[in-house]
């Protein structure tokens, strides 16, 4: 597919959706949600240019927030559906995002070998360390003892040492930032 | 029709896979169709495996129980297989000073058989060949035994050595001393083969999955990925060894999870894209299917079938995945199931289930099985002129882009609930692929009347499909018969048989069997499985005398669709769940016992009764 010259530069407002935001007040998804569309015109894309990839959960809530070609999928499964779809067309960025939940609980092998084949996309993790969207119960990053909604006496696994993890699998990069802080 | 057959026993990786191809090889060149049949436990080495050739000068598509020759590389195969054999049968061994047991020698005498003792030590000691050339000298030997001409076997042998020119001279030494052995205690012993038709020279030699394999090439797919399961390995492995002449993304994932996202990822994105896989990993592949149902993803999944429950028999055969995929995944939704039969279907309906896939932005579930996968089949080269490309609604010229609006993606009132698709990257509206409910642009939309308009949307196509679908195809004493000759049809059916999938090829082989030659027996075989058409089979069932059910399950699955979807319930079935195929003499006996049951029926009876009238 041929990507025309542009003449228009990408605007802010071309990523408006009218779709209402319903997560909580103060959650750091609209902190994200507004990061990831300053990077978009800053990268000087159209919404038509790009795809991108929700896993479920409060991330996922997301994918209708926003313009692009969006898909929105199976719990754990965001990172191997976003490569599929970028090895088909490599022209088209393709961002993934996913919860803790997903990345290492339900997907975590997806994770694990989505790192490990090196797949030319991005990957947004959104970390609150909980399955907020199934209302609070533990996810593999959540602190070990820490009471949660199905773990009443607190959790009894052991945290998952989750950037360890990601290092020990030779990422080609990696950053981490906070959701309230929407300029870097 | 005249047949012989052959069969090839010892221990996995013992090469008996190369003496049959080659043999396989020799005679199709030489003008006859062979049919190849593998048997082997799930392990790489050891354990008792055996191939199987059926050979004739008329089209030959199954295998007998019972054998012209047996060729035992090992002695299990002479404590195994000797029961095998046909009356004045040939059983050609390796195996020095073997004395066969007294129930042996007393079979031996009863059938005839004639039994030679190759000493292939002797002979490679002699020429000073390592063991792995005695696969040469047997081939040889069984070539002369087969009065073919020794030309044949050295140029296909010369092909494989055509560098190696010190290999080379050491297997034709091989091929003459093969071929001119006479056992001292016998006479000169051959089997005689039917006049050859040199129409069958021109012919390919291929497996069902290379078929497939090469059908997925011809049907656009830039994309595959996979998890090796056998009987679905050889489909991922054959378009791996492609993989430099196709410039195909081949990716053997991690789980038949991410085979299954990876390839719906793709065709999202528009690549037409392929995975495969077998019965617990096809379990893991559903909740994709589920998914692409609803963003209305077209996607083409290959369901190898092989026996369950759990791994069941991994290298064995069974159609027992029929119910699971018409009936998988959570959620209702249009799917579509479709059969392979043969080589000739594995090639010609890849491109069929992408486009059938893309024109109702539905997944196609292709199935298989381990017979088909594995089968080697005599093949008419595939027309490569005629594979139409249907991408059905997807928008893809600039100009009508433009035009779009993000709630054409999934517009409900669009007439049969095919709405128009478009590609990430188009310079158009953009809209969400959604998983949730969603309203007509993709944002989640759970109120009860968008939840009711988009249900109706994705099952309409169902209908859709089904008024397009081909009728089964009806073939009376072996040959085809249309679909407007029924009507006319004034004879009665003797027996109407029903089956699908690799069933078919052999019961067409019955019905031309000399035994059977000339009888009015129809076979009605199902290629589109889901959404089923009855309306052919309800018509054709007031015209027969008996109907008959001919699958590889236990429970019967498309007599149970076919009750499911019209009502009509077929007692008589011949079912077979044992992981084998059907082979030609025991669905010859079972088809023969109902013809003579059927007249003397009617002798008795003379307000005869039609068998399974619908109720």
């Not at chain 2, 040939?90 to 003792?117: D, M």
């Not at chain 2, 490309?389 to 928008?395: A, E, F, T």
């Amino acid at each position: 597919m041929n990507i025309p010259l542009q003449s228009r530069l990408p605007a802010l407002s071309e990523y408006y959706s009218e779709t209402k935001c319903i997560w909580c007040d103060g959650c750091g998804n609209y902190g994200i949600w507004t990061a990831v569309k300053y990077a978009l015109v800053e990268l000087n894309l159209h919404p038509w240019q790009v795809c991108l990839c929700y896993d479920v959960g409060c991330n996922g809530n997301g994918s209708d927030k926003i313009e692009g070609y969006r898909f929105h999928g199976l719990h754990g499964r965001v990172i191997p559906f976003a490569a599929g779809a970028k090895l088909a067309n490599m022209k088209v960025p393709v961002i993934a995002f996913g919860g803790d939940g997903a990345t290492f609980s339900e997907g975590i092998g997806h994770l694990i070998h989505g790192v490990r084949s090196n797949y030319p996309i991005t990957f947004v993790l959104h970390n609150n360390t909980n399955f907020g969207l199934t209302t609070g119960q533990a996810s593999s990053l959540t602190p070990q003892g820490q009471p949660m909604n199905t773990s009443p006496n607190g959790i009894p696994e052991h945290t998952l040492a989750s950037m360890d993890l990601v290092f020990s699998l030779k990422p080609t990069f990696v950053a981490r930032g906070f959701s309230g802080d929407i300029s870097n | 029709m005249s047949r012989i057959s052959l069969k090839i026993v010892g221990a996995s990786g013992q090469g008996i896979n190369s003496i049959g191809a080659i043999i396989a090889k020799g005679l199709k060149r030489s003008g006859y169709c062979v049919f190849g049949y593998r048997e082997y436990p799930s392990l790489i080495k050891g354990g008792h495996a055996s191939y199987q050739l059926d050979v004739s000068n008329e089209r030959i598509c199954s295998t007998e129980t019972k054998v012209n020759v047996l060729v035992a590389l090992n002695h299990h195969g002479l404590e195994l297989n000797m029961y095998e054999l046909k009356q004045g049968g040939i059983v050609l061994h390796v195996t020095p000073g073997w004395q066969f047991p007294e129930h042996h020698q007393k079979l031996i005498s009863e059938l005839n058989l004639r039994v030679i003792y190759f000493p292939v030590d002797d002979i490679l000691n002699r020429l000073g060949a390592r063991a792995i050339l005695s696969n040469v000298l047997l081939t040889a030997f069984v070539w002369s035994m087969l009065h073919q001409d020794i030309d044949v076997i050295k140029s296909l042998v010369g092909e494989k050595f055509a560098k190696k020119k010190a290999l080379l001279e050491l297997n034709m030494r091989c091929i003459d001393e093969g071929y001119s052995f006479a056992d001292p205690e016998q006479e000169a012993i051959s089997v005689a083969l039917p006049p050859p038709d040199k129409g069958f020279a021109s012919h390919l030699l291929i497996t069902g999955s290379q078929a497939m394999g090469l059908g997925a090439v011809h049907a656009g797919v830039r994309l595959y990925a996979g998890y090796p399961m056998t009987p679905s390995s050889p489909l991922l492995s054959f378009i791996a060894d492609l993989e430099n002449k196709t410039h195909m993304v081949v990716k053997q994932a991690e789980d038949e999870i991410t085979a299954a996202q990876i390839v719906s990822g793709a065709m999202y994105m528009g690549t037409r894209a392929l995975s495969a896989t077998s019965g617990v990993g096809f379990d893991l592949m559903s909740e994709t299917l589920s998914l692409n149902a609803m963003i209305e993803n077209p996607t083409v999944f290959v369901l190898a079938q092989r026996p369950g429950p759990a791994t069941g028999l991994p290298t064995w055969t069974a159609q027992s995945g029929l119910l699971q995929a018409a009936n998988c995944s959570a959620g209702e939704f249009t799917r579509c199931v479709i059969s392979v039969s043969n080589s000739q279907d594995a090639f010609d309906l890849m491109p069929v289930a992408f486009n059938l896939a893309e024109q109702y932005q539905i997944s196609v579930i292709v199935l298989t099985d381990k017979q088909i996968a594995e089968a080697l089949y005599t093949q008419h080269p595939y027309d490569l002129e005629r594979a139409e490309i249907d991408r059905g609604r997807l928008v893809v010229e600039p100009e009508e882009l433009k035009y779009l609006k993000s709630s054409d993606r999934f517009d409900p009132h669009v007439r049969g609930g095919v709405s128009l698709r478009w590609l990430p990257g188009s310079n158009a509206a953009t809209y969400c692929a959604q998983g949730d409910e969603h309203n007509s642009s993709g944002a989640v939309d759970e109120s009860g009347l968008n939840t009711k308009l988009q249900m109706e949307k994705r099952l309409r196509k169902f209908d859709g499909l089904k008024a397009v679908l081909p009728a089964p195809h009806l073939s009376i004493g072996g040959h085809s018969v249309k679909t407007s000759d029924w009507i006319d049809l004034r004879d009665e059916i003797e027996l109407l048989a029903i089956g699908w999938g690799s069933t078919g090829d052999v019961f067409q082989d019955v019905m031309r069997s000399d035994e059977l030659r000339g009888r009015k027996i129809a076979y009605l075989h199902y290629t589109y499985l889901w959404p089923l058409r009855t309306q052919e089979l309800r018509r054709l069932v007031m015209r027969s005398k008996r109907i008959v059910l001919v699958e590889q399950n236990y429970q019967g699955q498309l007599g149970m669709l076919i009750r499911m979807e019209c009502g009509l319930d077929i007692p008589d079935k011949i079912l077979k769940y044992d992981g084998r195929p059907f082979f030609y003499d025991e669905l010859l006996s079972s088809v023969t016992a109902r013809c003579t049951s059927t007249s003397e029926n009617e002798a008795k009876l003379l307000g005869f009764e039609h068998a399974g009238s619908p109720s």
